[in-house]
């Protein structure tokens, strides 16, 4: 497995956040909260925090894989709590099953204490092309 802060991540660089940590079905993104993460109410737009969130499962997942499997979305469903204006956003994950071909993942987006928004998805394992 690479080091996570080595990979190249086009996608999170336009977004702004860092994978902080990627191991044993674990990951930890952060997101320092910035106006162009807004909506036109002044706060992060809700997609934001489906990215991310989307992007730890993928990382949590990836984590657990061989060299010979890839992963990709298969829904994800998420519940937001409350809204953020302003911080640093977290969100952390994990595969909370992992079958031959499925898995099922949760993560948790928080701000400090307060939890903004939880998502809970299921990713396909396919063999690498």
Known sequence: ????????????????????SRA???C??????????FNPHGI???GVLYSVADTGMGGA???LLGDDEICTTVEIKIVYFRPATAGRLICETEVVNRGRRT??????LSAGERVLARAYGTFMILPRP
């Open 61 to 63: 997942l990836t984590s």
């Open 103 to 108: 898995a099922a993942l949760e993560s948790t």
């Open 24 to 26: 044993e079905g674990l």
């Open 44 to 46: 992060v737009h809700g």
């Open 1 to 20: 497995m690479t080091d996570a802060q080595s990979m190249p991540h086009p996608f999170a660089d336009l977004l702004g956040f860092s994978v902080i």
């Open 28 to 37: 930890r993104i952060e997101l320092d909260v910035a106006p162009e993460h």
